[in-house]
């Protein structure tokens, strides 16, 4: 139990607890983390060049390719004992789960999710238009390295998913949201997040600044962990499911 004392009061008598979750928290669900997600076909592009709105309009079909196999990884995996965790603790305390991340992970174990800040795999609009498109999403067993995107019904624009890419403002409310929770909560928890992504990698200075703890998940330090009220060095999977028995006040 990697927990100091005066933290583990903190988290028994918490009674808002707001938990910022990145790649990470989806790792032991066999999801590659961000930095991680490139092999085959994909594994000669950055990420961070084809999740910007200039690789799409330069390359859709390559972009959405890379997206269809990124639905297809998050469709072929389950929630892991981390998620599962999360969503046990709401039951008997208030949790905000703010996530970077843009599978459905949380949800799929049970979790309200407050705050998607970089959007998700599950919803899609048009590229020009913004209209939104219901269709149901069409994926191939086999992936090739181009796919062309579907087009809008309204204007023939490609279609696009609902992520905020590299360059784009966060969705207002989402991320004004997850400030609010992150400035108002009594604990927080950051999760399998490398802190490198702005302004998302911010929130948790947010509870810093009104003195609340803040503990930070993860098995290697990251750009955060200098700042942390504790850091908690291990995996969500394993980590999570020993905070909830210790805010249930069970020690050991
Ligand atoms: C914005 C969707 C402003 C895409 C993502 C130039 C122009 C504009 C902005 C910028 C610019 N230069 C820099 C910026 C800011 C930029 C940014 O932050 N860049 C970084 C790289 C420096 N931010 C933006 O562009 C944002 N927008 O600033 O707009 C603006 C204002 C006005 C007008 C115009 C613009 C938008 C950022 C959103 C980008 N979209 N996702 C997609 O997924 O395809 S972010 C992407 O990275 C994912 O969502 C991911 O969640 C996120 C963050 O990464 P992490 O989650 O931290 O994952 P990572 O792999 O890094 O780390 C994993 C961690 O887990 C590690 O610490 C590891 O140790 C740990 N771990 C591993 N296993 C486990 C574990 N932990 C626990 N358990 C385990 N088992």
Redesign the pocket.
């Known amino acids: 139990m990697s927990l100091p004392v005066e933290l583990r009061h903190r988290l028994v008598e918490a009674r808002h607890i707001a938990v910022l979750?990145?790649?990470?928290?989806s790792?032991?669900s066999g999801v590659p983390?961000?930095?991680?997600?490139q092999d085959g076909l994909w594994a000669k592009y950055d990420?961070?060049t084809?999740?910007t709105e200039e690789a799409f309009a330069e390359e859709p079909s390559l972009v959405w390719a890379?997206?269809l196999r990124?639905a297809q990884m998050i469709r072929l995996v389950e929630p892991?004992a981390?998620h599962l965790a999360l969503a046990e603790l709401a039951t008997f305390k208030k949790v905000s789960v703010i996530?970077?991340?843009?599978d459905d992970l949380h949800e799929r174990a049970g979790s309200d999710v407050l705050s998607h800040?970089?959007?998700g795999?599950f919803d899609y609009r048009c590229f020009d238009c913004a209209a939104p498109w219901q269709a149901e999403l069409e994926i191939p067993g086999d992936i090739p390295e181009r796919v062309e995107p579907p087009k809008c019904t309204a204007c023939g624009g490609w279609i696009r998913?609902g992520?905020?890419?590299?360059?784009?403002?966060?969705p207002q409310k989402a991320f004004q949201d997850a400030v609010d929770a992150s400035a108002s909560c009594d604990l927080m928890l950051v999760?399998?997040?490398?802190?490198?992504?702005?302004?998302?990698?911010s929130l948790p200075f947010a509870a810093l600044e009104r003195g609340t703890p803040v503990i930070e998940?993860?098995?290697?330090?990251?750009r955060l962990t200098d700042y942390m009220t504790h850091w908690w060095q291990?995996?969500?999977?394993?980590?999570l499911p020993e905070l909830v028995r210790l805010a249930r006040g069970q020690v050991g």
């Open positions: 979750t990145g790649a990470g928290m790792a032991e983390t961000f930095r991680d997600v990420p961070m084809l999740a890379w997206y990124r892991n981390g996530t970077q991340n843009v800040v970089h959007g795999l998913p992520i905020v890419w590299f360059g784009e403002v966060l999760v399998g997040t490398s802190g490198i992504v702005q302004p998302a990698g998940i993860n098995p290697e330090e990251s291990g995996t969500a999977a394993e980590v």
